[in-house]
């Protein structure tokens, strides 16, 4: 349930810097942030996997806040964090391609191309290096479907 709240608070924020309601979205991102601390969430093993990566989430939301609100440097802490939070468990390699592209956008505003190119490519290579796992996961479960469905269908006709 905590995890659902935080991650609403993360996409209604989202959109709120979209808008440009800087206010309403410190409010979420904080309430986001406050759900993500590891007092908040239980203490077992999906539960510190999930809570990782709305927090490393919740930073990243708070990092954009900072950027549209012309915080680069306070923006590109938070990143930093949300790297940090994202590298500690595996299986957040989204997360931690994502932080590594919000990284890259703040580094292009400021021209520093050949570090938002680093980075860039550094996200790349997380997604792609995900990409067979991803694919075979997706081919289990549509395998599973499958004999499910023919089972289904088998049980039907024998009727």
Known sequence: MLQSVAYLCNAYAAECIHQRNFETADA?????????????????AVMRF???GLRAATLNTRANLYRHSGHRDKAFR???EALKVSR??????????????????LLLAQRNIADAETLLAAALDLVQNMRPEAEQMWSAEEDAAARSLSGQAQAESGR
Do not use: D, F
Not at 28 to 44: D, G, H, I, Q
């Open 28 to 44: 979420l991102v904080a309430k986001a942030e406050e759900l993500t601390r590891s007092a908040v969430m239980k203490k077992c």
């Open 78 to 80: 938070a990143l930093q």
């Open 88 to 105: 500690k468990m595996q299986g957040l390699e989204v997360v931690e391609a994502a932080t590594l592209i919000n990284m890259a956008t």
């Open 50 to 52: 999930l809570r990782a």
